[in-house]
């Protein structure tokens, strides 16, 4: 069974940057960050497998970045350059198996609470 919980969430003003972290128990192989705003789906913002591997959403590209701490098991998305348009309940999400597409929301089958992130502009 793996369990996930987000934390780092806030409020920040456009052009500022926030740091997400989601604390990891049991085997994972693919962990990625989504997001869902009012009214829309929800949507993959980055996501990293257990070789390390990354990728991006288009409208993260350059301003977020993934990545995995295996000494304390979590995994961080560190989000700079925020648009009001990154405001969102984003959620860490993670599989222990290979999945085709990691930025996907159905391919996980695990999931946290979820962490609200406002940007002002």
């Known amino acids: ?5 987000e934390s780092g969430g806030g409020s920040v003003q456009s052009g500022g940057s926030m740091r997400l972290s989601c604390a990891v128990s049991g085997y994972t192989y ?6 869902q705003a009012p009214g829309k789906e929800r949507e993959g913002v980055a996501a990293i497998n257990s070789g390390g591997s990354t990728s991006y ?6 301003r977020f970045t993934i990545s995995i701490d295996n000494a ?7 989000m700079a350059k925020l648009k009001p348009e990154d405001t969102a309940m984003y959620s860490c999400a993670a599989d ?26």
């Open 30 to 35: 693919c962990m990625g960050w989504f997001r």
């Open 72 to 78: 304390d098991n979590a995994l961080y998305l560190e």
């Open 96 to 121: 222990p198996r290979w999945l085709r597409n990691e930025l996907r929301p159905s391919e996980y089958r695990y999931w946290g609470q979820g962490t609200q992130v406002t940007v002002s502009s």
């Open 57 to 62: 959403a288009d409208f993260v590209k350059g």
């Open 1 to 5: 069974q793996v369990q996930l919980v």
